[in-house]
């Protein structure tokens, strides 16, 4: 039988010229939004972070392809996918869990030049787990949350962190602007942190996510306070992604709550938001039904996401 070794090197390998062909797609001025309207992103990663995950998972699913098997990995067929997403759906596995790997291997399939039947075969294995979801028989994802009070407390404690980090090393610190641009704007932490940059902040307020563009309205008061931090610091951005990910969950903590994703602040923003366009329309005239309709829609589109994202309104509005 073929190493099991070399397998996971070559996928490996694979993994890795994904990302080295996004790399080299930007260094042209390619952006990914116009590489996913014109279909090319099937070949490329363009994340580190994705990339690991994905290699993390891939090389489980290279184990069991090789246990039935499988000397190479150009050899894995849908068959394969469809035999391993069943085991784990059976192994008790939830409907986050299995999303993720789902979207892992069907990248697989478009790294050995069979991205349509590994897409078919993840399309039914998810309305397959959507109807256990809806049974009972799957757990749905449990989207992480934080009440207004922690997250204000939260906000404080990180605030004095930073107050004592600015102390100890005579370098302001940035960590409690990023949280608070994610609850008073709803931003996603990567916009919040890496990509809040003084040319940004100059460019009136605009934030990207996969080659998008939005503008945001950044209260005065905060808008102030992050010009003079960049000023002050002459910093490249406003904080390490990574690193203020750790802060926020310790000040979490600290302050008694439950640690969560940065994430949960972004769903705060988005239930006050959706509240007072709905209260908005409803001064308009608008019936109940209507108002909560439009108020969803105008949600997901500050949000960053299509209006009509039926599957995004459990995760961020806990609404059907």
């Not at 930007?26 to 090319?40: Q, S």
């Not at 090789?66 to 391993?84: Q, S, V």
């Amino acid at each position: 039988m073929g190493s099991l070794a070399a397998m996971k090197e070559e996928l490996h390998q694979r993994l890795w010229s994904a990302q080295e062909k996004w790399f080299a797609l930007r260094e042209t001025g390619a952006t990914k939004h116009e590489l996913k309207i014109a279909g090319e992103t099937r070949n490329l990663l363009f994340w580190g972070k994705t990339h690991l995950d994905y290699e993390h998972v891939l090389k489980r699913f290279v184990e069991f392809c090789h246990e039935r098997g499988r000397e190479r990995n150009a050899d894995i067929d849908k068959r394969d996918m469809r035999d391993y997403l069943m085991q784990t759906i059976e192994r008790g596995a939830s409907a986050s869990y299995l999303a993720k790997i789902t979207s892992a291997i069907v990248k697989f399939g478009a790294l050995y030049h069979k991205f349509e039947s590994f897409r078919s075969t993840g399309r039914k294995i998810s309305a397959l787990v959507r109807e256990r979801v809806a049974g009972g028989a799957i757990a749905s994802p449990e989207h992480q949350r934080v009440t207004p009070e922690v997250a204000q407390r939260a906000m404080d404690r990180l605030r004095e962190l930073d107050e004592r980090f600015e102390i100890k090393t005579g370098l302001p610190r940035g960590y409690h602007l990023a949280a608070e641009l994610q609850s008073r704007c709803g931003l996603r932490a990567f916009e919040a942190t890496e990509r809040m940059t003084p040319q940004r902040l100059a460019d009136v307020d605009v934030i990207e996510k996969g080659g998008l563009e939005r503008t945001i309205q950044i209260p005065q008061d905060l808008l102030e306070r992050l010009r003079e931090f960049f000023t002050t610091t002459g910093a490249a951005c406003l904080a390490p992604l990574r690193a203020y990910e750790s802060a926020l969950r310790r000040a979490v903590e600290d302050v008694g709550g439950r640690a969560t994703g940065t994430h949960a602040r972004r769903r705060l923003w988005a239930e006050a938001f959706k509240n007072e366009r709905y209260h908005f329309y409803l001064s308009l005239g608008m019936s109940p039904e209507k108002a909560a309709q439009e108020a969803l829609a105008d949600t997901l589109e500050a949000l960053g996401h299509g209006r009509n994202r039926r599957e995004l309104r459990r995760a961020y509005l806990r609404s059907a």
